[in-house]
């Protein structure tokens, strides 16, 4: 079983950044592929990024250049810096853990934090 506690959430002006973070339980964090999704009011939950055991990472296009995922394997950590951004980011965002390897769907994902809002005024 793996917890996960996303922090780093708040609000903020368009150009702004943030910093998520997502503390994990358990001592096998380092073989999990990490995601981050997020899910705006009246849409459905989406991709924004992964990261690999070894550090590989994946993004959306619209956090491309944008956003960047790391993990401290150490720390049972992974990060999620967003800078530039925009009022479209505001949305919940939700850390995951999955054991199968990387994927862009949640499906993938075996484990779920319970969400840090961002909010990014206009």
């Known amino acids: 079983q793996v917890t996960l506690v996303e922090s780093g959430g708040g609000l903020v002006q368009a150009g702004g950044s943030l910093r998520l973070s997502c503390a994990a339980s358990?001592?096998?964090?380092?073989?999990?592929?990490m995601g981050w999704f997020r899910q705006a009011p009246g849409k459905e939950r989406e991709f924004v990024a992964a990261?690999?055991?070894?550090?590989?990472?994946y993004y959306r296009d619209s956090a491309k250049g944008r956003f960047t995922i790391a993990r401290d394997n150490a720390k049972n950590t992974v990060y999620l810096q967003m800078n530039s951004l925009k009022p479209e980011d505001t949305a919940v965002y939700y850390c995951?853990?999955?054991?199968?390897?990387?994927?862009?769907?949640?499906?993938?994902?075996?484990?779920w934090g319970q969400g840090t809002q961002v909010t990014v005024s206009s």
């Open positions: 358990g001592r096998t964090f380092s073989t999990y592929v």
């Open positions: 995951a853990a999955g054991v199968r390897g990387y994927s862009t769907v949640g499906t993938g994902y075996d484990y």
């Open positions: 990261i690999s055991w070894n550090g590989g990472s």
